[in-house]
């Protein structure tokens, strides 16, 4: 079975609202400021986007804010064709490990962070859903160390049951991922070493000092 294009099925979308002369809603659940400069650059283009910044996942409060900080930043200071807004999700850390419970021993990138994404995808969904957006969808696809397969089956699903379209993506695609870093440096963006997570962070930090 071959493996679904998301970016090529991205780009389709777009030529098909560039032909009707239509400039669709989207909701953009972003992570953090670095992986949504490229997005932002490259949506803005094509969507009229509000950026919901919704990460339960950061279980540090102080790394929460200075996240949605430098994210609102370079929202103010990167230029878009189409305005951005921002959208400002509930930080709720006690939901995510709720939902990881039981999964806090898995490897980075296995079935803890599946739950991560569906948790950060269903209330984006719900938002949309809520605000009367065309398309919602993530930024977390530009990361290489993103499995963007699982979110955009997530995505769908998540979007079918609520009723809202599923934007698919796989942001790293096409130099994404080397332009979010050419990006960061020039707004001199903080980067973070970990996705957010205290399991993520305790991984990040045994990964430098050599433990296995």
């Given at each position: 079975?071959?493996?679904?294009?998301?970016?090529?099925?991205?780009?389709?979308?777009?030529?098909?609202?560039?032909?009707?002369?239509?400039?669709?809603?989207?909701?953009?659940?972003?992570?953090?400021?670095?992986?949504?400069?490229?997005?932002?650059?490259?949506?803005?283009?094509?969507f009229q986007v509000t950026d919901f910044y919704y990460n339960p996942n950061i279980t540090d409060a102080e790394?929460?804010?200075?996240?949605?900080?430098?994210?609102?930043?370079?929202?103010?200071?990167?230029?878009?064709?189409?305005?951005?807004?921002?959208?400002?999700?509930?930080?709720?850390?006690?939901?995510?490990?709720?939902?990881?419970?039981?999964?806090?021993?898995?490897?980075?990138?296995?079935?803890?962070?599946?739950?991560?994404?569906?948790?950060?995808?269903?209330?984006?969904?719900?938002?949309?859903?809520?605000?009367?957006?065309?398309?919602?969808?993530?930024?977390?696809?530009?990361?290489?160390?993103?499995?963007?397969?699982?979110?955009?089956?997530?995505?769908?699903?998540?979007?079918?049951?609520?009723?809202?379209?599923?934007?698919?993506?796989?942001?790293?695609?096409?130099?994404?991922?080397?332009?979010?870093?050419?990006?960061?440096?020039?707004?001199?963006?903080?980067?973070?070493?970990?996705?957010?997570?205290?399991?993520?962070?305790?991984?990040?930090?045994?990964?430098?000092?050599?433990?296995?």
């Amino acid at each position: 079975m071959n493996k679904v294009n998301y970016q090529r099925e991205l780009e389709k979308i777009i030529l098909k609202n560039e032909k009707n002369g239509v400039v669709p809603s989207l909701l953009l659940h972003s992570c953090c400021a670095p992986c949504s400069s490229w997005c932002l650059e490259y949506l803005t283009d094509y969507f009229q986007v509000t950026d919901f910044y919704y990460n339960p996942n950061i279980t540090d409060a102080e790394e929460y804010e200075r996240r949605e900080r430098e994210l609102m930043r370079l929202i103010a200071q990167q230029p878009h064709k189409y305005p951005v807004t921002f959208l400002h999700g509930d930080y709720e850390p006690k939901k995510f490990y709720e939902a990881v419970k039981g999964f806090e021993n898995c490897r980075e990138g296995g079935e803890r962070c599946f739950i991560c994404y569906e948790l950060r995808l269903r209330e984006t969904a719900l938002q949309a859903k809520k605000g009367g957006y065309d398309y919602f969808t993530t930024t977390l696809t530009i990361s290489p160390l993103k499995n963007a397969e699982k979110l955009n089956e997530i995505g769908e699903k998540i979007g079918e049951e609520i009723g809202v379209s599923f934007l698919p993506s796989d942001f790293k695609k096409r130099g994404g991922y080397l332009r979010s870093t050419q990006l960061s440096k020039e707004y001199g963006l903080y980067r973070q070493n970990y996705c957010g997570c205290v399991f993520s962070k305790r991984e990040s930090c045994d990964s430098m000092s050599g433990k296995v």
